[in-house]
């Protein structure tokens, strides 16, 4: 069975400062990774996702995230964050074989001015 | 290209009743997911169709229905509600059917209270 585990359940940051919402996940096979954003009231949309190749992706808003396979990780990164940003982050795995896609809990970016 | 819709966006109920919500998928997609979403959790898992089909479903008791029509979109219905079915519900279309790596596209949830 597949697991996803998002270390930082909240993460206050200061308008203009680099953040980084770190995931695990955990897979006795291949996986494929995705972040999604959710602004308060709102659906899931999608950041940003890892397929194959190359391990950094770069996804919308500025976001990019890298994999690491030997530390089954997949970090979100941003260089500088803006007040928009403020939202709930979630990680999700889905095996290469199908099945249903895994979602973190959740970690709460609260951008402050 | 219109997103996923789902109706209504709120609804409040008393245990014990039944309750259907529905969901139009992005044009194009045919295959529609159901996640519940407790608050300040992730969501989890419901069911996925795929051509009118059930087609995956995680640990939900039987009570938890769906259907998915000729046009893709679909149904949630939820039957004899208890106050823990009270959750935001997500319907999310895709092109995955047998393919895993389709992102999701989620609409806006219905938030459903059972009081």
């Known amino acids: 069975a597949q697991s996803v585990t998002q270390l930082d359940s909240q993460v206050p940051v200061f308008e203009e400062a680099p953040v980084e919402l770190r995931c695990n996940y955990s897979?006795?096979?291949?996986?494929?990774l995705f972040w999604y954003v959710q602004y308060p009231n709102q659906g899931l949309q999608l950041l940003l996702k890892?397929?194959?190749?190359?391990?950094l992706v770069k996804g919308i808003n500025g976001f990019e995230a890298e994999f690491n396979k030997s530390q089954t990780s997949f970090h979100l990164r941003k260089p500088s964050v803006h007040i928009s940003d403020t939202a709930e982050y979630f990680c999700?795995?889905?095996?290469?074989?199908?099945?249903?896609?895994?979602f973190g809990q959740g970690t709460e970016l609260s951008v402050k001015p | 290209e219109t997103g996923v819709t789902q109706s209504p966006t709120h609804l409040i109920k008393t245990r014990g009743q039944q309750v259907t919500l529905r969901c139009s998928s992005q044009?194009?997609?045919?295959?529609v997911s159901w996640y519940q979403q407790a608050l300040g959790q992730g969501p989890q898992f419901i069911f996925q169709?795929?051509?009118?089909?059930?087609?995956g479903r995680g640990n939900f008791p039987p009570r938890f229905s769906g259907l998915q029509f000729p046009n893709y979109s679909s149904e949630l219905n939820v039957n004899a509600l208890e106050l823990d079915d009270s959750a935001l519900y997500l319907c999310?279309?895709?092109?995955?059917?047998?393919?895993?790596?389709?992102?999701?596209?989620f609409g806006n949830g219905t938030r459903l209270t059972v009081t």
């Open positions: 999310a279309s895709s092109l995955a059917g047998r393919e895993p790596n389709s992102p999701l596209h």
């Open positions: 897979s006795s096979v291949s996986v494929y």
């Open positions: 890892y397929l194959s190749g190359s391990t």
């Open positions: 999700a795995v889905i095996t290469n074989q199908g099945g249903k896609l895994i």
């Open positions: 044009s194009g997609h045919n295959t």
């Open positions: 169709y795929y051509r009118e089909e059930e087609n």
